[in-house]
């Protein structure tokens, strides 16, 4: 069985609505230009920035594009934690 890809609005929507499911208190934005998608995180006074090329999108099996949106919760967690114990 070959892994499902996403379109690229699916891949968008299902990156922000995971990044609210896995960081709950974080403020999250996006926006795209010229082919970049940006996911700007606010969480604990720390702001992130996380990009992808529309190709990456297209190319992400949602199994890969899960991966990365759990590896991108889980560092953006951590930071904020360290930054709130040293505040």
């Known amino acids: 069985m070959h892994p499902i890809a996403l379109g690229v609005e699916e891949a968008a929507c299902r990156i922000l609505e995971r990044l609210a499911q896995k960081i709950g208190d974080a403020e999250i934005d996006y926006e795209t230009f010229a082919g970049l998608h940006n996911f700007i995180i606010k969480v604990a006074g720390i702001r992130f920035r996380v990009q992808f090329a529309e190709e990456a999108l297209l190319r992400r099996s949602i199994e890969e594009l899960e991966e990365t949106i759990h590896k991108v919760a ?4 951590c930071k ?3 930054r709130q114990a040293s505040a």
């Not at 889980?74 to 967690?77: A, G, K, Y």
């Open 74 to 77: 889980e560092r953006v967690l």
């Open 80 to 82: 904020s934690a360290l």
